[in-house]
């Protein structure tokens, strides 16, 4: 199977900077993380297409990762796009509003904290969106914390850290004014 898998920064790939006592987007940690799992029958190419924080993108952004979707859709049984948390609905939407008909499964995923850190849920995120990037039918979708989401219609949920459907955000709303 030939996986196309894109970076674009996010806090995924944020890295501490002693010297300025910063996290910043500088190099992708997804070669490393793809080291540590045995991936036996992938062919993958990694793409890196950009290295920022998702708050700092703009449509010129999201115009280049989906020529990069648009180029890669020919030569990949599935694509997958490293993203930031904060406006990955966003670049997912657009997405769909571009490719209607996708004949592969196209996934965005990422994680809540960085690799680099004790507690990231980047290595779960990317292991299961490389899964999912094999069962998962023609589409759009955000893989994160054992769901997979279909797009149009995926928000992230601020208050517990995932992300859901727009349905779920009202049920789950609509439960608590009850309450």
């Not at 806090?11 to 500088?26: F, P, V």
């Not at 998702?54 to 703009?58: P, R």
């Not at 789950?172 to 309450?179: A, G, H, L, Q, R």
């Given at each position: 199977m030939k996986i196309t898998i894109l970076t674009t920064g996010g806090?995924?790939?944020?890295?501490?900077?002693?010297?300025?006592?910063?996290?910043?987007?500088?190099r992708t940690v997804l070669d490393t993380i793809l080291k540590s799992l045995r991936?036996?029958?992938?062919?993958i190419r990694h793409v890196a297409v950009m290295s920022k924080d998702?708050?700092?993108?703009?449509d010129a952004d999201r115009e280049l990762i989906l020529r990069e979707?648009?180029?890669?859709?020919?030569?990949?049984?599935?694509?997958?796009?490293?993203?930031?948390?904060?406006?990955l609905s966003k670049t997912g939407e657009f997405i769909y509003q571009n490719i209607q008909d996708s004949t592969i499964p196209i996934i965005l995923t990422?994680?809540?904290?960085?690799?680099?850190?004790?507690?990231?849920?980047?290595?779960?995120?990317?292991?299961?969106?490389?899964?999912?990037?094999k069962v998962a039918s023609p589409g759009i979708y955000a893989v994160m914390h054992n769901r997979l989401l279909s797009f149009p219609g995926v928000v992230k949920d601020r208050t517990s850290l995932t992300f859901r459907t727009h349905e779920e955000i009202e049920k789950?709303?609509?439960?608590?004014?009850?309450?």
């Open positions: 806090t995924i790939d944020k890295t501490y900077d002693e010297h300025a006592g910063s996290l910043r987007n500088e991936l036996p029958d992938l062919f998702s708050l700092e993108m703009v979707v648009r180029a890669a859709l020919p030569v990949s049984d599935a694509i997958i796009i490293v993203h930031g948390t904060d406006t990422g994680a809540m904290r960085p690799y680099e850190f004790r507690d990231s849920d980047a290595l779960q995120n990317i292991t299961e969106a490389l899964f999912a990037a789950i709303s609509t439960n608590e004014t009850k309450v």
